[in-house]
Structure formats: C-alpha cells, structure tokens
C-alpha cells in the first residue's frame, strides 16, 4: 500500500513535470515573425534566409523595409521582432543605445569575424601607387595620391557617414601625425562609397575609403590599411591617443525581449544561427554577382546549404 | 528714423552692405565675442524635447492591459495605445487595398486570427490579375478623359507589368491610394475650418510655413517614435508632408469666392452645410484641383523617402537598386512611380472635371454603362488567368502576376549609358569641377563663415528693412535669432552657402529657359511636362551618376540642387510670361517694340512679381535637395538630420535642425513674398 502510494506521488510528479515541459516547449504563436531588410545586399538576402528557416518551422513571417540605424528603436519597441546583422563598429552605439533602455535583448553572435577599417582597392597596391602600402606608415610619403579637388592639396580620405563612427578617422589620423597631410571627408551615405570606389577604378586613380568586410567589394580585392593594432582603451572614448585601428569586430544578432516568449522554436533556432563569413559572402554574391534576386538568392542558398541551416533548428 | 526711410532704397541698401562690411572686418573671430557667434542658449532644448517625447510616450498614464501573447498583463502608456491605434487603422486601410490588388491574407486575419487561417489554406485572398487592373485603368482613363488618358493608362500599366515592377508598383500605389485621399480629406477639414474660424487660420498659417519648408527627413524620427515603422509610418509621414498645399489651397479657393455666389447661395434658403457643400466648395473647385494635383505629386515624391521608415514597393527597390549602384534598375523604378503620379493626377482631374448630366435620359445599361464594362473585365481577366495556369508550365502564370525578376530589362542599356558617360566625360570634367571648388565654392563657404553673427544680423535685418519696414526686420531678425541660439549656426551658414549658390544657378536657369519656353505654346506644355516629371523622378536616381562624375563634393550636391530647384523657377517664369494681358501685348506692339524689346520692356517686368513666387519655390526645393545632398556627404545641417535617425536624442535633434532649415527658408519667404506683393500692387496686377 505504501509502495502503491509512493508511486501514485512518482506518478503525478511525473505527470506535473512533463507538462511543465510542454509549457516550456509550447507553440510559437502564428503572429508573423517581423525581419528589417535593409538597404545592401548580404543583410536583405540573409533576411530572407532567416524567414525561409522561420518558416520551414512553420512560423509566419513578415519583412520590412527599414533604415539600418532607426531599426534599434523599432526592435526596442516591437515593431521589428529581430535584427541579424548588428556590425559592431557601425550599428554597435544605436544597439547599445536601445539595450540600455530597455526592450531590446542580445540573441548571440555570428561567427563571422568582421572587419570595419580604412582600406585601398586592390589595384592601388598592385599597381603600387603608394609604395609600402597596405602598412599605414607608407600614407606618410604619398599623400599626393590621395588628393582631390577639394582636399586643398592634402590626401582625402573618405569615411562613412559622420553617424557611423563619429569623430574616430579623423582622431586617429590627426594621433598618428598624419594631420597635415590628409583630411577626412564624410561621406553620406554607403552609396556615396561605392560610387566613388566605382569612379576611381574606371580612372585607376588612388582612393582611401572606410570599408567593411565581408562586403560585395570582397570580390574586387580590397585591402585593408595595417595601422597600430587595436587594444583595450585604445581609443580617445575610452582614455587612449586614438592612433590605433579597429579592431576585429563581432556581428550580432538583436530581438525583442517577448520574442522568446512568443515564438520559443524561431527564438531556439535564432539565437543558434551563426553564419561565416564565407557564407555571408556566398549570400551577397548570389545577387552582387550573378544577379539573382534577392528572394531567389535566399531560396538557392537555402537549397544548397541545407546542411548547415537544418543544425539551426535542432 | 523718419528721416532715413526718406532716403531711396538704394542708399538705404548700400548703407547696410557697407556697414556689413565694416562689422566683418573689424570684429575678431573669437568664442567669447558676442559679436561673433552667439552662445548656444538653445543646446539644451533637443534634450528636454526628447525627453517629453519619450515620458509621454513610454511613461505617461500607464494603463494595465492583457497581452495574450506573454499570457500577462502589462503596463503601457495610453499614449502610445492610441498611437497605436491609429497605425493600427491605417495599416488596415493600406493592407486591405494592397490585398485586393496583390492578394494575401491579412485582411482575412484581422477578422479572424493567424491560428486560423494557417488552419484553413483557403482562408486567401486572391489577387486581381494585373489584366484586371490594366484594362480597369484604360477603362477609367476613357470613361473620365478620352482615348488619350486610356492610352496613357494603358501605356503606363503595361510598362509596369512588363519591366516585371508589378508589385512593388501596387505595393507603392496601395500605400498611396490611402495617404493621398487622408490628406485631401485633411485639408479639406482644416482648409473648411480655418475659413470659418479666424483664430484656426491664425494659429495654422505658422504651422503650415514651418511643415512645408521643413526638410521630411527631420520628421521621420518623431514618426517612427509615435507611430513605429511600417508602411503606416510612411503613409502618415507623406500626409504631413502633403496636406500642407491642400489645406493652403483650399483656403484660397473659399476666400477667393465671390460675396455675390454666397448671397445667391443665402437667398436660395442654404443652410450652413448646403452653402458649404453646394455653393463654396463646388465655386472653388478649380483651386481645389491644383490642391489634389499638389497632394498626388507630394505623395509620390515621398515614396522614396517614406522606404526609410517602412514602406514597401518601388521607394525601396530603388535604394536597394541604387546601393548596388544598378543605375539602370533604378531608372525603370524611377519611371514607375513618375508614370504612377502622372496617372493618378489625370485621372483624379479627369473625375473632377466630369459634370453631372442631371437631364439625361438613359437607360439602364447606358446609365450603368462603365461599371458593366468593368465586371466584365474583371470576368475575363479571372477567366484568363485561371487558363494561365494550364498555358504557362514553369509555376508562372504570366496572366496573374508578372513576379519582379520575370520582366524584360532595359538595365544594361542605361548601365552601359552611364559607364559610357563616366568614361568619357570624366577626364573632360575634372578640369572644371576642380576651378569650380578652388575659385568659388571654397572661398564661398569660407566668406559665410567668416561673417560675425552681428554682420549677418545687420545684412538681414535691413535687407528686412527695405522691404516691409520695421516689422519686417523683426520677423526676419526672430528667425535668424533661434538658429543663432542653437549650436549649428556654423553649419546653418554652409547650409545657406549651398542654397545661395544653387538658387543663383537655377533662377539664371529657369528664367532663360521659362522665356524662350514661353515664346511658343508647343514648347510651353513640353517644358511643363518636363518640370512635372523632374518633380516626381525621385533626385536619389541621378545622385549616383552625379558622384561618379564630381565625386563626394559639393560640386555634386549643387549640381543636384540646381537640376531639382530649376524646376519652379522654369515653371513660375513659363506661367508669368504666359498670363501677361493680351492687352498689354498687343499695346507693345502697336506702339513699334520688336519681339526682343516686348519682351524685356514690357513681359518680363509685368511677370516679375509672378517670377518671384517661383524664386520664393526654388528657395525651398534647393533647401530641400540641399538637406538630402547629406546623402552624398556634405557637413552642413543635413549631415546631422541624417545623423539624427540614429541618435539618442534623435527626435529632440531632427526637430530642432528641422525648425533651423525652415527658419533659413521662412525669413527668405517673408522677405520675397512681402516684396512681390509690394510689386504687384505698384503694377496694378492686384
């Protein structure tokens, strides 16, 4: 009797158990997943990778064209369910931003290591245009290259938008003595690059450029300027002179907090994804390259590379 | 005083100008000097701005309410649920419409839930065949214009569908057809109210200045803050940017009406609302056309801009197209939404302009004639594409929806075209894009900053002076004083460097070619069309070329000013020149003035006041394109709207250099809009 009794409370322990597990392994809600596509080619494609994962799990999924840097915010707020390719150096402050206030949870890093520094096309260096390059010192003796009409005789170097990483280039220019040689021009936008950097090699003139890789450009040849390398507290924000390069920096991945909560599975599969950078290469080139469009690019990623998203979602 | 305004207004100007001087030389450049730039009083304001927004967005009477998807209640603020709410509305309103013409299964999960349609598959809206909506659209076309808006129609909407924009142009068209009709709705509503109300139109004309030369990228920030992001956002950011015209408009129209219609409409036995909508709004129909032609065109160009924050469809395939700088793309996105608004604005003129035929009798069929015609289409066209699905093997049906990637392209053509462009032109234009920076823009950016505040303060207030007296001079001095105050005065003065330079350009422009358009009536309506289509061609398209030739210059953001602010200076002098009495013309002539002589002695003066008006345009639109040249990178007040969108003070930020950019163009409108209505009173044109 007493044996019938421990095993009646075994039982409904079992019994309680087993569905706290199904609590915890409940359905995700049928209410579309929302993804932010952007305005370049690896993220719109990779968005749309995502939702082909998302939806293999069954889910809904939305798309939504939305600025790279106001899209923080909308995460912060729910209007955006995630983010997956949150570039340290650029996005790195408007994420940070929105996690402090609240809303806004990290879901992990992708393992692709990105780098986001001042950089030649290859051609400069193979055509040895400035003798010594891709090491910054050799930007001592030639900025002549690099000058253009309105950088009053110094070099130019073009950087992205003043939003991306504030005052940082023309810090570290002016900390590595090279202030009276070079100026640095902002650019406006990422286009604003890339037509420049478009320009310059049908004229095989010398250009410096803030790039990223892995980036479209990947495929050109680009090659980053070895300046002193980057080591905690480096920079002026945190107590240093500036002169350093960026360092090799992270991607990550952003959600809303309920989104753990609303959609366990998609949540499980994305905070598990983590994409390299050659395959974040192979997801841009589909498009940049071959054209696809971007959904089409996605769905043969998707196909060839089942192996490797199906881990995901284990 | 009275003894100085005696003095001809030459003297009076040249008093300033050398006072000007005097001040600019004398005055050390120094951060202490008072004299020199003024402490940023105003530094703070963004901040305490941002931090309203947010406590009444995020904080204020917080309200406990159930969120089945985390099985909890939680708090959040009433605001932001009837902010909400309204996105909420409207997204409705946008879905249900692009549903109709896309298909999908929105619409249906409002009414139902996603659990439920997920569980029943047929639970799908279909969508109408691009068929349907084609012939739809040359059937309107006729019905309302004739064979040649059914041409048009069908021109356009064959165009669409065959370079494969299918449905990002709908997706565009469906975002439109609920912003444009808001935004008439809204003006009407203001317009009507502000006519009966002196106190609304009092409290509305400052607003109505501020939001119509207020750059749209200051304000998107503040709408995605209330109104989150989506094709919601967009459209409401498109209403603000188009109601303003109509709202104007409408007021003109109603105040312009004459006191005999009203008393006609009075002893008739009106009442209020009869008067209203029998006798008012029918007499000034005529401005409100203009107003719903403004509030389409308003509305396309914000297609682009509106991708910022959300909105699906031709906007943002144009920016995904440009960032891959497939110019060629871009342009065939370009001409869909130029061909959409020409479109929508004959058409909605076509429906206007349709009267009535109270005494005809018809019968049924003929009464009904264009609704039958249209079942019948929509017959066919679902009849059609059913039989796609047998003809077309390979999972398209070319008889539903062209998919985007399916359309032929002329791409390679304008690719190769402006590879062609670089190629050759490059070498050519360097040569005086370099002059152009060395020997004037440079020494011109550096002459404005070199102005002590004081010097500008006195150039501006008796320029002010001159003008409109006293009053004058305050209004202009308030505006300048509130940029002064705010850190970004330096900025404000590269800001107005660029304006200066493009306005200069694109009047000396416009006004040549507006003279020599106006000889000629044929050439009169080619050179309207043009000035209609450069208006709604989104500027971003022809940013790209422009850097490749100039590069990250201001060579090439001018070079873009001056395309886009040519355009109401061309138009205002075309229409000047054309309105000129007849009378007074063929007075000229009888009196021996050549062609040449009629012209400069008797046109142009008579048009002037109207040429201003255009002047006072061109002041905006080169504002406008100079505030987006920040997408090419300029350091002026348009680097830090764009900055704006991702700051932490961002809302704070964009509305105070929004209000800064519409101060620099408000103190020039004062300043144009006083004198020309002097002018125009001297000449007896009022």
Known sequence: MRKFKNKLV????????????????AKDSSKPIRIPTHNWSSQVVMAYVIGGIFESLGNNVEYVPADSQAVYEAIRNGDVTISHEVWQSTFGKSFYNAMAKGGLIDAGTHSASTLEELGVPHYVVEKNLCPGLPNWEALKNCAEVFATADSGGKGRILEGPQSWHGDLMPNRIKALGLGDKFVVKFAGSADAIWAELAAAKKEGRGIITFNWTPNFTDADGFDFIEFPPYQDGCRI?????????????????AANYKFPKTHPAAYSAFSKLSFTTAQIGQMAALVDTEKLSHQDAAKKWLADNEAVWMAFTK | MTQFSRHSKLIQFSFFVAVFLILSFTIEPSENNLLWRLPAYLAGV?????????????????????????????ETPLLKEITRSISGAILFCIQLIREILLGGVKTIVAFTSWDYVQDNSWAHWPALPWTVVSAAAIVLGYALNGIWLAMLACFATIYIAVFGQWEPAMETLSFVMVAAPLSVLLGLIFGVLAYKSQTLEAILAPLLNIAQTMPHFSYLVPVTVFFGLGDHAGAIATVIFATPPMIRLTLLGLKSVSPEVIEAGIMNGCNKYQLLFRVLIPSERHQILIGVNQVIMQCLAMAVIASFIGAKGLGFNLLLALNQLRIGQALELGICIVLIA??????????????????????????HKYP??????????????????????????YFYLIPHNQGITTENFWQSGVDWMVNNWYQGLQGFNKGLIINVLVPMKNAYLGMPVSATFFLVMGLGYIVGGARSALIVGGFLLFIAMTEWWDRALITAYMTTFGVIVSVIIGMVVGSLCAQNSLATKAILLVCDTFQTFPSFIYLIPVIMLFGVTDTSVLIAVIVYATIPSTRYTVEGLRNVPRTLQDAGTMSGVNRMQRLVTIELPLAFPHIVLGINQTVVFALFMVIIGA?????????????????????????????????IGLAVDHLILRWSADRKKALGLL
């Open chain 2, 372 to 397: 039958l015609i249209l079942v019948a289409i929509l017959v066919v066209g679902t009849v059609l594409a059913y039989l796609g699905t047998f003809i077309f093997k390979d999972g398209i049906n």
């Open chain 2, 631 to 663: 997408m090419i990178g300029t350091d002026d007040l348009g680097q830090l709207i764009l900055k704006a969108l991702s700051d932490k003070n961002g809302t704070g930020n964009g509305l105070m250099l929004g209000l800064c950019v519409a101060f």
């Open chain 2, 342 to 367: 020409v479109v929508l604005d004959k058409l909605s003129l076509g429906w206007a302009n349709k009267q009535i035929d109270y005494f005809a009798d018809l019968t049924f069929a003929q009464r």
């Open chain 2, 46 to 74: 963004p901040a305490i701005v941002n931090d309203s927004v947010e406590y009444m967005m995020f904080d204020w009477m917080p309200i406990e309410k159930y969120n089945e998807e985390i099985e909890d209640f939680e």
């Open chain 1, 237 to 253: 924000a945190d107590g240093g002179d500036g002169s350093c390069g960026s360092p090799k920096g992270w991607l990550k991945k």
């Open chain 1, 10 to 25: 075994a039982g409904i322990f079992a019994l309680i158990l087993t569905a706290m597990a199904g609590q915890a392994m």
